[in-house]
């Protein structure tokens, strides 16, 4: 939920930011999971209106999030994937949780939003304090507004409240999650043989009739997609007034108004010894993990060094070499631990520390200070933040000058150099790559495909954090390219489909033979996930594998596989013997495998409640307006 701003908590815009606005700022706004006032509904649920605009917004979040991770995303796989149902499904169950949390008498006080804001160090100033000013400059960076940042705070957490409720009951037996676990780590020692279908592709022979009739039936898979080129300026606040256009004196004032923001916190360099103890550890596991640290300080007082000691103890994970976890600041570790560490003094070992990973034995080497940062040093943030403010003054001007310029279709060149820009230019690209060349959405890569050649797009278009003045140069019309053009891939093909058959024939025959001798079988072992060798997994020889009786005797199936060495082929194959989890291994993992289980079980829960909810709702859908927005 937070984890934009978490991870931007020391972000030298974010500090600078708040001081440069001033506002008249209210803590709590006021927003509604049904709000309908666009006067369009997508759904309306129990009676409440999932409105047009939240439909768009979310569903641009997630095409914006799914093109990150996959940028030659078209608007055709959008739709394939249902991208658009999924998103009104998210927002219906954001709905019905809302309505039951109402049911129930569960709802969020305004304490409650300000206590879990303001236990986000992004939002605290140099003294640690909650400064409101730099969560709305924050929230608006990475949620648009503070509107919407509350209302997904209230989402998530009237959902955890809801889910703790139907998780309360959630319990986990010690002997069940060890069953569990031998389960997953189980393992079988197969013995294989692998015919590679490469081994008959010299054989088959493909007709022209072949060839012609795959064609026919295949055409849509060859299709040439529409293509566009397009002139375009791209406009934002940091291209419209550049840092090194802020004068010196410009610099100084800013720098010279509220010198607090410039402020190094202050740091310790620690280092560490954890004997790890879970929270609710019994009174006989605090009791051993006390003399286990008791033991600890004997060596460290019989002269052995922090370093040595804490590498013979520490777990892999505890810390970095000799215990140490670098510089920290105030907010970055668990507060019993901030406590203690903070009030050492250099060179001191503190009393033994409880926090929910376990006891700490704590050695503070170094304090530096909270310290004011000289001129010379944020200097250069100082112009970046200047610039982008003033740049963000005068980009309304820019925008309304470029699209008119744009409408008038005068020389976009011209246009952009009047407010020191430029022009580029693509070649003709499809869709999807004019989209990822871009960074454009689905719908407005539409706008410029519906366009045509010579024309402009009368709208300014969000790319990211700058925007579009786009002109379409020329466009090609989508196409299927004659067969003489795609011919040896249908050859190749079709040769490779056949090939794989007459080696899954070969494996049939080839059964009897391997049932009376064990020549020329490789072995390995698979676990659940279904890897054998370097051949992509197959569900089906993975089920088979692990439902057959350890006596040697083969599989019924022949199976298609395929590996990165080996290519496709047919694979025949046998289970020798069982292979049980490592007790050793249990014994190192079982509190925390049994903490995974008890969460499995409560999302399970969770998603039986969410299931129950919408078996019982009344839903109804604009399948109209669903499918002009979403696909």
């Not at 109402?102 to 300000?114: C, K």
């Not at 019989?302 to 976890?325: I, Q, R, S, T």
Request: overall charge negative; hydrophobic content about 45%.
């Amino acid at each position: 939920m937070l984890d934009f701003i978490r991870s931007n908590a020391q972000s030298v815009g974010v500090k600078l930011i708040f001081g440069l606005i001033i506002v008249v700022f209210i803590f709590w706004g006021v927003g509604s999971l049904t709000d309908t006032s666009s006067g369009s509904v997508v759904a309306v649920v129990n009676g409440d209106g999932i409105s047009i605009g939240r439909y768009q917004k979310a569903y641009q979040q997630a095409v914006e999030s799914l093109q990150r991770q996959n940028p030659g995303m078209s608007r055709e796989d959008l739709a394939r994937q249902n991208v658009g149902q999924m998103v009104l499904q998210a927002l219906i169950m954001q709905t019905l949780l809302a309505q039951e949390a109402t049911r129930l008498g569960i709802s969020v006080s305004p304490q409650e939003m300000r206590q879990a804001v303001e236990a986000v160090d992004a939002f605290r100033n140099s003294k640690g304090e909650f400064d409101p000013a730099l969560f709305k400059s924050a929230v608006e960076r990475a949620y648009g507004s503070v509107t919407a940042f509350e209302d997904m705070l209230r989402e998530e957490l009237l959902r955890n409240k809801l889910e703790a409720l139907v998780a309360a009951g959630v319990w986990s037996n010690m002997d069940e999650s060890l069953a569990f676990y031998q389960y997953l780590r189980q393992k079988r020692a197969v013995s294989y043989a692998f015919i590679p279908a490469s081994r008959f592709a010299a054989e088959i022979k493909v007709s022209d009739e072949d060839i012609a009739k795959r064609y026919e039936s295949d055409k849509k898979d060859y299709e040439i997609p529409a293509k566009a080129a397009v002139e375009y300026v791209a406009v934002s606040p940091a291209l419209l007034v550049k840092p090194e256009s802020i004068s010196a004196a410009e610099v100084e004032a800013e720098y010279a108004r509220d010198t607090s923001r410039f402020m190094t916190p202050e740091q310790i360099k620690a280092a560490h010894i954890l004997v790890p103890l879970p929270e609710n550890a019994s009174p006989e596991d605090v009791k051993q993990a006390e003399e286990s640290m008791a033991a600890i300080r004997k060596e460290l007082a019989d002269g052995k060094p922090f370093a040595e000691v804490a590498d013979a103890h520490n777990g892999p994970n505890a810390a970095n070499k000799g215990g140490e976890l670098g510089w920290i600041r105030r907010g970055e570790t668990v507060p019993a631990f901030e406590e203690a560490a903070f009030a050492l003094e250099p060179g001191k070992l503190s009393d033994n520390v409880r926090s929910p990973f376990g006891l700490h034995l704590i050695l503070v080497s170094e304090k530096k200070a909270a310290a004011q940062r000289p001129l010379a040093e944020v200097e250069g943030e100082i112009r970046a933040e200047l610039s982008r403010l003033q740049g963000r003054e005068k980009i309304n001007d820019a925008l309304d000058g470029l699209v008119e310029d744009n409408i008038l279709k005068k020389s976009l060149a011209d246009s952009a150099a009047r407010f020191g820009l430029s022009a580029e230019k693509t070649e003709a690209l499809s869709a999807a790559d004019l989209g990822k060349a871009l960074s454009l959405s689905p719908e407005n890569i539409a706008l410029i495909m519906a366009a045509g050649s010579g024309n402009p797009v009368d709208t300014a278009l969000e790319a990211g954090e700058r925007y579009l003045i786009v002109r379409v140069l020329a466009t090609e019309p989508a196409h299927i390219p004659p067969l003489a053009d795609v011919r040896a891939d249908i050859e190749k093909k079709i040769v490779a489909e056949r090939a794989l058959e007459a080696a899954r024939k070969a494996a049939e025959a080839e059964r009897a033979t391997l049932e009376k001798t064990d020549a020329d079988l490789k072995q390995a072992v698979m676990g659940r996930d279904g890897l054998l060798a370097d051949f992509a997994p197959n569900t089906s020889l993975t089920a088979a594998v692990f439902e057959s009786p350890a006596d040697g005797s083969w599989l019924k199936g022949v199976y298609s596989v395929s590996g990165e060495k080996e290519g496709s082929g047919a694979l025949l194959c046998r289970v020798d013997s069982i292979q049980e989890a490592d007790p050793a291994e249990w014994e190192a993992i079982r509190e925390n495998f049994d903490a995974q289980l008890r969460n499995r079980r409560s999302e399970e829960l969770a998603q039986l409640f969410r299931n129950a909810l919408q078996r019982k709702a009344e839903i109804r859908q604009n399948p109209e307006l669903i499918r002009q927005i979403g696909g």
